[in-house]
């Protein structure tokens, strides 16, 4: 079918599109990254994330969501905070 090989780059940028300006966010398809330098700040960006997917009417899958996490791994890959390297 027409469309089905592009539709993930489609929700790709639409997710970045959404995303955008809020520092200390990265996309992945469906996978959104939430950092900050201490938990306020985090708190305020999670905010913002979870406030703008619900407002182009996208939900969480509460069982996948980690928070506070050190580390995340996702496509094979361990991704770990700086603060805990250094």
Do not use: W
């Not at 708190?43 to 406030?51: K, T």
């Amino acid at each position: 079918m027409y469309g089905v090989a592009s539709a993930p780059a489609i929700f790709q940028r639409l997710m970045e599109e959404i995303l955008q300006g809020v520092p200390g966010v990265t996309v992945f398809i469906n996978d959104i990254r939430v950092t900050g330098p201490n938990t306020n700040v985090h708190l305020l960006r999670l905010e913002e994330v979870l406030r703008r997917l619900q407002k182009y009417g996208l939900r969480r899958n509460k069982e996948k969501c980690d928070f506070f996490s050190d580390r995340i791994e996702y496509c094979g890959y361990m991704n770990i905070l700086v603060s805990e390297v250094g």
